[in-house]
């Protein structure tokens, strides 16, 4: 039995999902627009879970999506702040290196910031302390003044009201179960849906294969812990990072001032056992928790990526004195009990080409005349998410035009 029919349906009400249905009112104004979130409220996942930092765009090669998009998101995601009256901690951002070969690192990420258009400075270890006196860096550090941050939770609620506002309408507590005739069925019943737009997240590569998308793609999901500081509010200025390995997209345990001035570590990047392993056994999935250990455990016999290395330094990041030890590296005055909150933890779901060995660096989407899938909207897709989520719809554009045209289309992916 069919609960209703749509013309867009989106799978997800993340910041790619809610964005995505913006476009899709704006562009398709006589469409019906439908989002389905299986929880009870927005933002229970990665799009509320995250730092709340607004990059600048300068860790990205030149030639990706998230360069791409990085520098007008954030651009476009501070003026919708402004707009909503969402507080915007603009205290920017200063890489450090350690020693001389990441001094030379710098180098690189100064030559993909002016790529990129991005604003960003080489300075001397005196301007660097000038901006945040408890800095650490070997001879010269980069400036990024437009890095900011913001309360995530905040830019999701005004999300939700924007979506509502305009006549979308957001069924929360309503999961995916399966693809079927003419549309999908739900928890509450069968949907008609003329286009389904798939941004489950963590989930979007097994919706994707219902659709014959994704074969060469699962998610492997890394658990992000912060690390919360009981220093008073303003005892760091900026946000502290250290000089990132460009070969994988973590980037280490850094400092980040969030939008109420308080300073945090972290995140770790520990690998999950299952999709959403918060805590203890929540949302425990026995037969997913095989795949993926199964997964893992290979990655670990052959070393992909360095993935032995990355295991064992982020199970480490467990204890609070090593989050402090790898954080005394950057700053002075770094005390082992001045960080006793956890926060809560968040979970990246990383991309992986099970083809090619390799974690996924930029976002990555697939789809055709009926479907369309964001398979990896990793960090920074917070930030890009205004420009990126029109891009996409670009993409939908043409797949939807095509098929009204000729009743047919070759399939989309993020290809280029």
Known sequence: MTVFSTDFLIIGGGVIGLNLALVARRRYRDCRVTVIEKEPHGGAHASGRN?????????????????????????????YCEAHGITVNRCGKLVVARNAQERLTLG???????????????????????????????????????TSSVDPMHVMEALYRDARNNGIEVLTSTSYRKRSPGGIETSRGHIGAGYVINAAGLHADEIARDYGFARSYRIIPFKGLYL?????????????????????????????????????????????????????????????????????????????????????????????????????????????????????????????????????????FEGDAGSFHVLNAVSPAFTCAIPFTRYLFDRIDALISHRDSDGGVAPASSAR
């Open 51 to 79: 730092s709340g930092v607004l990059h600048a765009g300068f860790y990205y090669s030149a030639d990706s999506l998230k360069a791409r998009f990085c520098r007008d998101g954030n651009l476009e995601l501070t003026e």
């Open 228 to 364: 919360y500081s009981d220093e008073p509010q303003g005892a760091f200025r900026t946000h502290i990072y250290p000089v990132p390995d460009l070969r994988n997209p973590f980037l280490g345990v850094h400092f980040t001032v969030t939008s109420r001035g308080r300073a945090k570590l972290g995140p770790t990047a520990i690998p999950a056992l299952w999709r959403e392993h918060y805590h203890g056994l929540g949302n425990f999935r026995p037969r997913e928790m095989w795949e993926i250990m199964t997964r893992e455990f290979g990655l670990f016999l052959r070393n992909d990526f360095g993935f032995r290395r990355l295991a064992f330094e982020e199970m480490a990041k467990r204890s609070k004195s090593r989050m402090t030890q790898l954080a005394s590296e950057l700053a002075t005055g770094v005390r082992t009990q001045d960080y006793t909150q956890w926060g809560p933890p968040a979970i990246r779901a990383q991309l992986f080409d099970i083809g090619q060995r390799k974690l996924e660096m930029d976002f990555r």
């Open 108 to 146: 690189d990420l100064l030559a993909r910031g002016r790529a990129n258009g991005v604003e960003l400075d080489e300075i001397t270890v005196e301007e660097a302390r000038e901006r945040e006196p408890r800095i650490k860096t070997f001879e010269r550090a980069l400036w990024s003044p437009s």
